[in-house]
């Protein structure tokens, strides 16, 4: 397995247009996690997945912000009408279900909103 | 909420020299702790991680933490650096919250550059 998979690497949209990203997590993980990264800054956490069941998405900052996991694997987010300030680096983590478990990141989508 | 402080956000080091960055995070049981390297334009790798038992965890790349409850502290140390380090590390803990749901809440993140 290649680990996490994020596409694409960057991505430079202009203000007001809708930008979707994707993330292949690692096969046998039912766990997928979005965070949000801007410079000098932690990530920060948007939503997750639990197999296709989306179990927290009130963290995800506006309602133009939305994610998917159709089939349990893959997962696409979406931001629509992009601000400037959506500018920054879009994580996917993937890891198996139970506490005792570590969360595997990809390299994320860097997004810059001009 | 659980949530992670890391006190330090820029350390220098020379390079050979010891390290430690410091973590402290606030959860009403116990936490599953993380530590995560980042070089720069990259995803997070992780170093090391602390489920249960013996509260000093060895990790890759010579790194180790020591998991103290008394100071809901879970510090990152290396005896000695080398440049290849210079990246910026996160603190994170994960807890189980309500209704099987998982929270994995990172710090704002240590820089770590080092002086050849």
């Known amino acids: 397995d290649t680990g996490v998979s994020q596409d694409p690497r960057h991505k430079i949209t202009k203000r007001g247009q809708n930008v979707t990203f994707r993330c292949d997590p690692i096969s046998e993980h039912n766990r997928l996690y979005w965070y949000r990264q801007t410079l000098g800054q932690g990530p920060e956490f948007l939503t997750y997945?639990?197999?296709?069941?989306?179990?927290?998405k009130s963290r995800l900052l506006s309602d133009r912000f939305s994610a998917e996991r159709p089939k349990g694997s893959f997962s696409t987010l979406e931001i629509q009408r992009t601000e400037q300030g959506d500018s920054a680096m879009y994580l996917c983590?993937?890891?198996?279900?139970?506490?005792?478990?570590?969360?595997?990141f990809g390299q994320g989508t860097r997004l810059t909103v001009v | 909420a659980q949530s992670v402080t890391q006190p330090d956000i820029h350390i220098t080091v020379s390079e050979g020299a010891s390290l430690e960055l410091r973590c402290n995070y606030s959860y009403g049981a116990t936490p599953y702790l993380f530590w995560y390297v980042q070089s720069p334009g990259q995803g997070l790798q992780l170093l090391l991680k602390y489920f249960s038992g013996d509260t000093l965890v060895q990790g890759i790349k010579g790194f180790e933490a020591e998991f103290k409850r008394s100071q809901s502290s879970f510090n990152l140390r290396k005896p000695s650096v080398h440049w290849s380090d210079a990246a910026e590390y996160f603190c994170a803990v994960g807890a189980l919250e309500g209704a099987g749901s998982y929270q994995l809440t990172f710090g704002k993140g240590t820089k770590l550059s080092v002086i050849p």
């Open positions: 983590a993937s890891s198996l279900i139970g506490g005792r478990t570590e969360a595997f």
């Open positions: 997945f639990q197999n296709e069941a989306q179990l927290e």
